[in-house]
């Protein structure tokens, strides 16, 4: 029997804060749902200067890391894109 797929939440902060107001929002997303598991997935997508340090701070826990863009391309010249290469390299 084919399970009930769990409802998703996501979430991002389009072009707004810096590194600490993404670790902060971050922080307090995991500690509250540490004492409180969700009935549904998460998923933060953080601006890209941001993943590296967002996916350090989310751990193994219940929330997902993804982007906010991918272009359709696997790689080259496209100044400011960000290949899925590259994000499932950096842990989305």
């Known amino acids: 029997m084919a399970q009930t797929p769990r409802p998703l939440i996501a979430g991002n ?4 804060g810096l590194r600490a107001d993404g670790l902060a929002l971050v922080g307090a997303l995991v500690d ?6 969700p009935a549904c997935e998460g998923l ?4 890209a ?10 751990g193994t ?3 997902a890391l993804g982007a906010q863009d ?12 960000v290949a899925a290469p ?7």
């Open 44 to 47: 933060v997508c953080p601006p």
């Open 70 to 81: 991918c272009p359709p391309r696997p790689n080259g010249a496209f100044t400011g894109d």
């Open 61 to 63: 826990g219940t929330i």
């Open 13 to 16: 902060w389009k072009m707004n």
């Open 86 to 92: 590259m994000l499932a390299d950096a842990g989305c």
């Open 49 to 58: 200067p941001l993943l590296f340090a967002v996916r350090d701070a989310l």
């Open 32 to 37: 509250g749902l540490r004492s409180s598991p």
